[in-house]
């Protein structure tokens, strides 16, 4: 009985340890997805920014200024906007 005892405790313990493995590896994974996908919004946004300074020549505006100007035009660009190009 005593053994049987031993050895279900021992049994315990290993799952335990593979259980606490697997949870380990599952936020590890979860982190590195997150972090992927953090760095391609990153790269978007980045992008984004670019193409705006570049046709509307905003490299000399600050962060306000630019949202003024694009506030100025936004009306006019959404309604004028392309089917493709809106939100489904």
Do not use: C
């Not at 994974?29 to 972090?35: A, I, T």
């Amino acid at each position: 009985m005593n053994n049987e005892l031993n050895h279900l405790e021992k049994q315990k313990e290993t799952t335990q340890k593979k259980l606490e493995q697997r949870e380990w590896q599952l936020k590890k994974s979860k982190y590195y997805e997150n972090k992927k996908l953090r760095k391609e919004r990153t790269r978007s946004l980045i992008q984004k920014g670019a193409l705006l300074d570049k046709y509307f020549e905003t490299n000399h505006l600050s962060i306000e200024e630019t949202e003024e100007l694009l506030k100025i035009f936004s009306d006019y660009v959404n309604a004028k906007k392309p089917d493709q190009f809106k939100k489904e």
